[in-house]
T-cell receptor, first 109, second 115 residues
Framework: GQNIDQPTEMTATEGAIVQINCTYQ??????LFWYQQHAGEAPTFLSY??LDGLEEKGRFSSFLSRSKGYSYLLLKELQMKDSASYLC??????????WGAGTKLIIKP | GAVVSQHPSWVICKSGTSVKIECRSL??????MFWYRQFPKQSLMLMAT?????????EQGVEKDKFLINHASLTLSTLTVTSAHPEDSSFYIC???????????FGQGTRLTVV
């Protein structure tokens, strides 16, 4: 079956760095997305990785290893507004999005 | 990024009535639209996928006669919850993409409460 695993919850301190991991098993693979979702709101797009390696976008970076079925989202210089759920989603051979359950990130002062 | 507008943002309806939720892509042509349902503190659950001009593909366990999806144009898809019941109360979110290898953009979501 198809499966996405990510931690349920993580806690970090304002100003610090946090890495949210995601492992996936899908029927075929056509890229991996990261989304941010604040409580009560719809998800917003953060990143899309197709090739192996690290993609940096300001304070957020996303890494992909296709051979390991692994990705992570790295958040630097954490701010209180970064408190949210972070959703990992992989696209399978039919370009269907397979969603993880999300990682709730709690930022403490 | 591209804009997807979903309307209404929230709706309260009486049990037995029908509710229509609209999802519009404002600055791109949405060849594919997705409808999701999300319960509190849970992940997105895909309900159906629709391609413009063709019938929606429903996920297993989703009643297509209860959740009517219409994708009549490249910029508009609608989800109608028919004969709504309290257990249909949820957060419904649409998303759209213009091709298979691009990111999906989300609407703002609709919080439905059936009383």
């Amino acid at each position: 079956g198809q499966n996405i695993d990510q931690p349920t919850e993580m806690t970090a301190t304002e100003g610090a760095i946090v890495q949210i991991n995601c492992t996936y098993q899908t029927s075929g693979f056509n890229g991996l997305f990261w989304y941010q979702q604040h409580a009560g709101e719809a998800p917003t797009f953060l990143s899309y990785n197709v090739l192996d390696g690290l993609e940096e976008k300001g304070r957020f970076s996303s890494f992909l290893s296709r051979s390991k079925g692994y990705s992570y989202l790295l958040l630097k210089e954490l701010q209180m507004k970064d408190s949210a759920s972070y959703l990992c989603a992989a696209t399978d051979s039919n370009y269907q999005l397979i969603w993880g359950a999300g990682t709730k990130l709690i930022i403490k002062p | 990024g591209a804009v997807v507008s979903q309307h209404p943002s929230w709706v309260i309806c009486k049990s037995g009535t029908s509710v229509k939720i609209e999802c519009r892509s404002l600055d791109f042509q949405a060849t594919t639209m997705f409808w999701y349902r999300q319960f509190p503190k849970q992940s997105l659950m895909l309900m159906a996928t629709s391609n413009e001009g063709s019938k929606a593909t429903y996920e297993q366990g989703v009643e297509k006669d209860k959740f009517l999806i219409n994708h009549a144009s490249l910029t508009l898809s609608t989800l109608t919850v028919t004969s709504a019941h309290p257990e249909d109360s949820s957060f419904y979110i649409c998303s759209a993409r213009d091709s298979s290898d691009t990111e999906a953009f989300f609407g703002q979501g609709t919080r439905l409460t059936v009383v």
